[in-house]
């Protein structure tokens, strides 16, 4: 799962953000109520906007929850307690699969 953060695009719509990771925008609004982490913005007419901060939040919760079998219990602590530790593995964990990706695409054009 990688989702694409375009360098001009402030926000993103629930459905954007659930359509990105290939879930209900149901489960979305579900984990901005449980996780303190995601402060997505509300727009006049109270419709949730996620911000890239939010969006990499998300990313590292799915990892978490739906990638790694946390409860939302042991995500919620475990943000809470290795927040920059668990944040910095995760991006490791990104870029890795990204140049695995590039190389794949190399080794194919060979």
Request: glycine share 4%; charged share 30%; net charge positive.
């Amino acid at each position: 799962m990688h989702i694409e953060l375009s360098i001009d695009k402030r926000y993103y719509s629930i459905g954007e953000v659930a359509k990105a990771f290939d879930v209900n925008a149901s489960l979305i609004r579900f984990w901005d109520n449980e996780f303190d982490i995601l402060k997505p913005k509300k727009n006049a007419k109270g419709n949730r906007m996620f911000t890239p901060e939010d969006i990499t939040n998300l990313q590292l919760i799915f990892h978490l929850v739906k990638e790694r079998g946390f409860t939302l219990e042991g995500a919620k602590t475990h943000l809470k307690e290795g927040q920059k530790k668990t944040l910095d593995k995760f991006e490791i964990i990104r870029k890795l699969e990204t140049i695995r990706t590039q190389l794949t695409n190399i080794k194919n054009q060979l």
